[in-house]
Nanobody, 115 residues
Framework: QVQLVESGGGLVQAGGSLKLSCVAS????????MGWYRQAPGKQRESVAG???????NYADSVKGRFTISRDNAKNTVNLQMNSLKPEDTAVYYC?????????WGQGTQVTVSS
């Protein structure tokens, strides 16, 4: 078991930046992928960015070039730097820890981008 706690969400104007952080209650070394997902009202949850244990990263096309995911195994943390935010980025953002035996979710943090 692991608990994931997100922070850093809030209200920002279009073009602004936010940094989300996710802290795990134990080591994240055993997780194959640490990632961020988001869910906007009336929409399905979607993958935003992922960071594999080997260092490879992947991004949704809609955020490439604007968002950066980083993983710090020593601090049991995964961050999401979000720049050039757009109103369509408004959603609840969730941290995810994935291993072959299962995955875990944080409680989510709200990001609202005003136009």
């Amino acid at each position: 078991q692991v608990q994931l706690v997100e922070s850093g969400g809030g209200l920002v104007q279009a073009g602004g930046s936010l940094k989300l952080s996710c802290v795990a209650s134990r080591s994240i070394l055993s997780f194959n992928t640490m990632g961020w997902y988001r869910q906007a009202p009336g929409k399905q949850r979607e993958s935003v960015a992922g960071n594999r244990s080997g260092g490879n990263t992947n991004y949704a096309d809609s955020v490439k070039g604007r968002f950066t995911i980083s993983r710090d195994n020593a601090k049991n943390t995964v961050n999401l730097q979000m720049n050039s935010l757009k109103p369509e980025d408004t959603a609840v953002y969730y941290c995810n820890a994935y291993a072959y035996v299962g995955d875990y979710w944080g409680q989510g943090t709200q990001v609202t981008v005003s136009s």
